[in-house]
């Protein structure tokens, strides 16, 4: 059959459109019907929708309330903290400001310290610079020593024990002389300081001048004994034994560290080196000899006033026992007293009794008032 209708490459035949026609006619019919159904339905649903948007509403408007009650808890509890936090926080910035306070504080404090530390410092290099120029003259250096060994005398010395600048009988002049009791003879000190050749030996240390400085030292110290030794030490006149004097314990530790030697050539020479330290215990030494020496020279004398004492004490005992037999007599005296009070006091009695009687009633003659008296 021939197409009856056609559009594009779509071709329909009579039939074929009479049955499309008669699908859409069934179709539409079959829509109506179904909407009636879905009207019915519909209204059933949007009936059902209001109670639920009533029930919802109601849920809400009480979600509401129940927001509005826990935002109010929320916000009482936000409160709550946030005074909580910003007390913590004040305190807390209280407590910071006061540590940061005195830590300033303290930092000032410290920073005092320190600029009075670097004054002293200052000062102390001053002082350290003004030692370094005292000592690099060799004149000064030596007036150095002795002004601290006369010192050291000073202290531990009695006055009349001690003589500064003392010529001897060859005219040499020595910086001290120490009287000793008795015979034993002056001790000579001279203060020597061979600053020069120690600083030469430190400034070599572990390098190939140090055998040079070494010897240079050694011969330095060893010409100041010898020239002690023959000055000084006077047969009959000093000590058998002088001293020489360092004002440095580093140098009188080196001696006798590395230099034994030089020190037995002192002992041969009867010299003795002595440092501050070691000087202030042989003062002491000499002291102490002094001081026995005095007793023993006023031994005689304590010995004389001792039985001096012991006559005045069997003297005090004698009067002692006099005083005690005059303690006993006047003991016997205050006894006979009063036993003669006592009579005396009865006999007072007595005559109390008499006039009584007399008062009260009077005797008829003189043999009865005899009697009453008797």
Sequence with gaps: MDPLFTYGEISLTLIELVALITLVLFTVLVTLMLGQRSSKVLKGHLSDMNLRQTELQGRMAQFADDAAQRENKLREALDLRLDNVSEKVGKSLTDTAD????????????????????????????????????????????????????????????????????????????????HMPGDQGDVAIDSKFPLESWRRLTEAENTPE???????????????????????????????????????????????????????????????????????????????VMKDAAMREQAHIIQKEVGLMAKDVSLLDQRVSKLQQHFDQSAEDMRQIRISTGKITKRADKIDTIEDNIEGTPPTNIASFRKAGS
């Design 99 to 178: 540590r940061n306070a005195k830590n300033l504080k303290e930092l000032h404090e410290r920073l005092a310290l320190i600029d009075r530390a670097q004054k002293n410092i200052e000062t102390l290099s001053g002082e350290v610079n003004g030692l370094q120029s005292l000592l690099a003259n060799k004149q000064a250096r030596g007036a150095f020593g002795e002004k601290q060994m006369q010192d050291l005398i000073k202290d531990f010395m009695p006055p009349n024990a001690f003589t500064f600048q003392a010529t001897l009988s060859n005219r040499k002049r020595v910086d001290a002389l120490i």
């Design 210 to 288: 140090e055998t040079f400085a070494r010897r240079e030292f050694a011969r330095d110290v060893t010409t100041h004994i010898k020239a002690i030794s023959e000055k000084y030490l006077i047969f009959g006149e000093t000590h058998d034994v002088a001293m020489m004097f360092l004002p440095s314990e580093a140098i009188y530790a080196e001696l006798h560290t590395n230099f034994g030697h030089v020190i037995e050539d002192g002992f041969k020479k009867k010299v003795m080196i002595v440092s501050p330290t070691t000087f202030m215990a042989t003062l002491h030494t000499m002291r102490a």
